[in-house]
């Protein structure tokens, strides 16, 4: 892994694709597979899901729908979406995942993809970074983290999960929810408490991924993150128009003074309390829908 540290006082374009600030200093870790091995190589594990109940199995018009632009655009995976191309892609904001409620620390995100992968971005407002955790597929949901869960059969039982953290550390895994489901008068309940079987010794071929530290005048407001999932990786082609998968996209931010303080949003929330990211029911719609065109 490499740190690369902007001379203070450098200024740099904002990136087209976001809409903060316009002069920052930036601190970037860029990691990509072939650089680094498998380092933990763990048998499937139940994950629980934190004192999760039944609840009602929301309508499908009630969950979001991204549409994800294709592109021809070459995407470099630095952790920074500045190509042109990222304007095309809608920006997402994302909300407290518990109650649907404004959250303190904004997130933005945009999706795009090619003939061969998913590109994936976000922009994480941030004063302090509580990240120490530098070894692949660390356990990096218990720091502050953005993450990807998605299925791209549709099939919410299985479904792979993907994490980077501010310091460009990865976690990949797939997940085996063992959810049940129970028809009443009144419609279908999910109960999300048996947990989760997590495969940590899956590695997504081929994937890249980076994470930016943004500085204005010496001080800390914000990190980014870029994601690159071939479809070769997860044994797919490349979508035709209209295909459909199921997704969801999360953020964990950590306040070591007071964890009360503690942070969980999400794009489509899952209105569990305690929070809670496993809700595949939850997970709205990616439609994957042609060609983008780049604002002028």
Sequence with gaps: MGFYSAPSGSLFTRPKAFSQKSDYTIIVAIMKTSFIPTIMILTPLLFPVLSVHASPVPSDNTLPRYVCPWTDAKI?????????AWTAAPMVTFLDATNRG??????????????????????????QITSKMTRRDDNLFNEEVVEVFFSPTGD????Y????????????????NNFTITE???????????????????NCKGIQWAAWQHKENDQLVGWSVELAVPFAGIERKTPSPGEIWRLNLYRIDRNESDPKLDEYSAWSPTMQS????????????LEFAGKAQPAK
């Design 76 to 84: 470099v995976v630095d952790g920074i979406p500045d190509e042109p």
């Design 184 to 202: 009443t008068s009144s419609g279908r309940t999910v109960d999300y408490s048996p947990g989760c079987n997590t495969d940590f010794a899956w």
């Design 156 to 159: 919410l039982s299985t479904y």
């Design 102 to 127: 404004p959250v303190r620390l904004a997130t933005e995100a945009r999706i795009l993809y090619t003939d061969d992968a998913v590109y994936f971005s976000f922009y994480c407002d941030d004063k």
């Design 161 to 176: 999960e993907l994490e980077v953290n501010p310091l460009g550390t990865l976690l990949d895994l797939t997940v085996k």
């Design 274 to 285: 305690p929070a809670s990211f496993h809700c595949p029911h939850f997970f709205g719609f």
